[in-house]
Every structure is written in C-alpha cells, then in structure tokens.
C-alpha cells in the first residue's frame, strides 16, 4: 500500500532548537564510528522487518538524493541508542524531506517524537527551506498526530487517500 504524504509549508517564524529530552543526549549519526550500526539498532523499530544491515542504510540512506549525514541524527540514553530522525535538503527548491523517523518501543510516550518532529523543523527553517514533506504509514497514529502539532498537513492526490485519512482523523478524535 502507497504510504501516506504530509506537506509542510514555512511559516515564517523564527527557527527554535527544541529542548532535548531530559537524560537524553543528541548526536549526529557522523559522531559516532559506529553510527551506522546504531541507527540500524534504532530503525528495527517499526521502520524496517527486522534488524538489517549495512545494504539497507545504503539504499534507504546514502543512496537518497541530496543525503548528508550530518543531518542524522540520533538520541541517546548513556550511549544506547533510542531514535532517530533525517532531514534532506533541496536547496535550489528550497524543499526538504523529513525521512526515517523512529523511535525504539520502551522510549515512546516520552515526548521524543515531539522533539524530533521540532528538530526537523527547526533545520528546515534554519537552512531556508519553504517546504517539505514526509511519508508516514496508517497504523503511525500517534507519529502522524505529532507531525501535525509541528505543522505538517496530509496531502490527499486520491479519494482513496482521502478515505484513509478521513479513517485517521476518526482514530484521532477518539
């Protein structure tokens, strides 16, 4: 199934750095010599089927247009790794991309999703971007109610779209 699509569109306030969660430390994936690794440790939870490889952040990673690692970033709880979020620019369009956004099972409801979905703003602003998008899935209810609160809208191409964000929002409200 064709996975969900949201827009967001700058504002044009200022670019606030969220706070870091508390007992959490940010990182760069490019800290870390094992960077890699650790996002892969992270992304197992519920972005990929199982823990994979160095070939599965290849392709879903560094072979994406525009990737730089030094906007992948990972947070930390004394050195473990817990989530983990992406922002991709397209400077000329001055569009970015917010990709792989995941957070390990036991670290959700810790308001992390929230820091991360601020973070990708705050880039996007920061490096002057006028929009961006992410790809989400259905049953990411409570992921999608976050990149709402940040700004993100659905973009709806299809009535068949249309009816699987109108089940979405029914999930919302209750």
Avoid at 1 to 8: D, I, K, R, T, V
Avoid at 31 to 58: A, C, I, T
Avoid at 122 to 146: C, F
Wanted: glycine fraction near 6%; hydrophobic fraction near 35%; include cysteine.
């Amino acid at each position: 199934m064709e996975q969900l699509s949201m827009l967001w569109e700058n504002d044009g306030t200022e670019a606030v750095m969220p706070d870091i969660p508390q007992g959490l430390e940010m990182h760069k994936i490019t800290d870390f010599e094992n960077g890699v690794e650790m996002w892969l440790d992270v992304v197992q939870y519920g972005l990929s089927e199982q823990r994979e490889d160095e070939n599965y952040y290849n392709c879903v990673m560094v072979g994406h247009e525009n990737y730089d690692a030094s906007y992948c970033y990972l947070l930390t709880d004394n050195g473990v790794p817990v989530a983990t979020t992406t922002v991709i620019f397209y400077p000329v369009r001055k569009h970015g991309y917010v990709h792989m956004v995941a957070c390990r099972d036991d670290y959700r409801g810790r308001g992390i999703g929230t820091f991360l979905a601020r973070l990708a703003v705050y880039q996007l602003k920061k490096n002057g971007m006028e929009t961006a998008d992410l790809d989400t899935d259905d049953w990411r209810v409570p992921a999608i109610k976050t990149y709402l609160r940040a700004g993100f809208s659905p973009l709806i191409a299809s009535d068949e779209m249309s009816a699987r964000w109108d089940s979405i929002f029914e999930k919302i409200k209750n």
